[in-house]
């Protein structure tokens, strides 16, 4: 995907309910609009971005820049709005690949899940296709629950527009932040509180190697009301980080997103 600077689109392949776009997908997709820094080669600074509203599927929504905010609109009202973050975001603790592989029995969406659909962590989506994270309940940390899951980019997730030192495809920048978002969710027990996202914030230092496994680690940060606070870490096959991020989820009724 080569971001264009005056609209953003988001295929029905990146939906998350079937009739709007997976938040964490949308939200990439905006921030790569957003300029690296000069010096930070391919690693990108923390982005925040609020969704308005559910991302329409396989429309041209026009790009505007308001007050230093990149923000996305539909039907001239605001869908989202990306702005860059002015902290900087602390991991989530590994976990070990043999223990994610373990916890992927244990993901609840395989019994019960809001979104089939979703491209990060949807049940019904193919191999190849979807992300396929299936997170499940792992070690806490800190008192916190966490869940984890692991991921392994498929060829049909690289991007080729970005010229690398190495010739290992990477997946794309709204790939990344896909893989970031719904194991936020699942560590704060999204089958029976279902979920949608309402603001990200994500720092990406790497883009993941396409076919490399890799660990999603999710934790739970509380609540408040409709609201609930997670984060999440990408962790490469080496232990090290690829990308961490923040959410705000807002509890919905399934139904109005089916």
């Not at 609209?7 to 921030?31: E, K, M």
């Not at 000069?38 to 790009?63: N, S």
């Given at each position: 995907?080569?971001?264009s600077?005056?609209?953003?689109?988001?295929?029905?392949?990146?939906?998350?309910?079937?009739?709007?776009?997976?938040?964490g997908?949308?939200?990439?997709?905006l921030?790569?609009?957003?300029?690296?820094?000069?010096?930070?080669?391919?690693?990108?600074?923390?982005?925040?971005?609020?969704?308005?509203?559910?991302?329409?599927?396989d429309?041209?929504?026009?790009?505007?820049?308001?007050?230093?905010?990149?923000?996305?609109?539909?039907?001239?009202?605001?869908?989202?709005?990306?702005?860059?973050?002015?902290?900087?975001?602390?991991?989530?603790?590994?976990?070990?690949?043999?223990?994610?592989?373990?916890?992927?029995?244990?993901?609840?969406?395989?019994?019960?899940?809001?979104?089939?659909t979703?491209?990060?962590?949807?049940?019904?989506?193919?191999?190849?296709d979807?992300?396929?994270?299936?997170?499940?309940?792992?070690?806490?940390?800190?008192?916190?629950?966490?869940?984890a899951?692991?991921?392994?980019?498929?060829?049909?997730?690289?991007?080729?527009?970005?010229?690398?030192?190495?010739?290992?495809?990477?997946?794309?920048?709204?790939?990344?932040?896909?893989?970031?978002?719904?194991?936020?969710a699942?560590?704060?027990?999204?089958?029976?509180?279902?979920?949608?996202?309402?603001?990200?914030?994500?720092?990406?230092?790497?883009?993941?190697?396409?076919?490399e496994?890799?660990?999603?680690?999710?934790?739970?940060?509380g609540?408040?009301?409709?609201?609930?606070?997670?984060?999440?870490?990408?962790?490469?096959?080496?232990?090290?980080?690829?990308?961490?991020?923040?959410?705000?989820?807002?509890?919905?009724?399934?139904?109005?997103?089916?």
């Amino acid at each position: 995907m080569n971001p264009s600077n005056d609209r953003l689109i988001v295929p029905r392949r990146f939906c998350g309910p079937p009739s709007s776009g997976n938040g964490g997908w949308t939200a990439g997709a905006l921030a790569a609009t957003i300029p690296l820094d000069a010096g930070r080669g391919h690693a990108w600074p923390a982005v925040t971005v609020a969704l308005r509203q559910p991302p329409p599927l396989d429309v041209a929504l026009p790009l505007t820049d308001d007050g230093g905010a990149r923000v996305a609109t539909y039907d001239g009202r605001p869908v989202a709005q990306a702005r860059r973050a002015e902290r900087d975001l602390e991991p989530v603790g590994p976990v070990p690949a043999d223990e994610a592989r373990g916890a992927e029995a244990t993901y609840p969406g395989l019994r019960s899940h809001p979104f089939p659909t979703c491209f990060a962590c949807g049940t019904e989506r193919e191999e190849g296709d979807g992300l396929r994270i299936f997170p499940g309940e792992v070690t806490p940390e800190d008192g916190q629950a966490r869940a984890a899951g692991t991921w392994r980019p498929h060829p049909s997730h690289a991007e080729d527009w970005h010229e690398y030192r190495d010739d290992v495809p990477h997946a794309s920048l709204p790939v990344t932040w896909a893989a970031l978002d719904c194991v936020g969710a699942w560590a704060a027990d999204m089958a029976d509180r279902p979920m949608v996202l309402g603001t990200m914030t994500a720092r990406v230092d790497a883009l993941p190697a396409i076919d490399e496994e890799h660990v999603v680690v999710g934790a739970a940060r509380g609540q408040e009301g409709r609201k609930t606070f997670t984060a999440s870490t990408l962790y490469d096959a080496d232990g090290r980080v690829v990308a961490c991020a923040e959410h705000v989820w807002i509890t919905i009724e399934p139904a109005a997103f089916a």
